[in-house]
Nanobody, 129 residues
């Protein structure tokens, strides 16, 4: 069983930055893909960023170039650095763990919420204009 807990959310003005953290218990990064997801009121949960144990990453088009996902294997921590935040980034952000996939000997992570099994409770990010 993987337990995840997010922190670092808050309220910022447009153009500001936040760094989200996700603490994981009793698991190794080599076993899972790790992802960040967000859900705004009235909208479906969407994938923001994912990272594999080898450091390869995947981003949603809407955040590419502004957000950076990273992990500290020694501390079992996952991070999401969010720069140049926009009002449309306002949402509840959650971290998640899920299986990796393989194709032709290469592994990869997906950004669909259906591909992740373990979820944190979330941390709220609010960006004002």
């Amino acid at each position: 069983q993987v337990q995840l807990e997010e922190s670092g959310g808050g309220s910022v003005q447009s153009g500001g930055s936040l760094r989200l953290s996700c603490a994981a218990s009793t698991y190794t990064y080599s076993d899972y893909c790790m992802g960040w997801f967000r859900q705004a009121p009235g909208k479906e949960r969407e994938g923001v960023a994912a990272i594999d144990s080898d450091g390869s990453t995947r981003y949603a088009v809407s955040v590419k170039g502004r957000f950076t996902v990273s992990q500290d294997n020694a501390k079992n921590m996952l991070y999401l650095q969010m720069n140049n935040l926009k009002p449309e980034d306002t949402a509840m952000y959650s971290c998640a763990a899920g299986p990796r996939y393989y194709s032709g000997g290469d592994s990869y992570c997906l950004l669909s919420r259906f591909d992740y099994n373990y979820w944190g409770q979330g941390t709220q990010v609010t960006v004002s204009a």
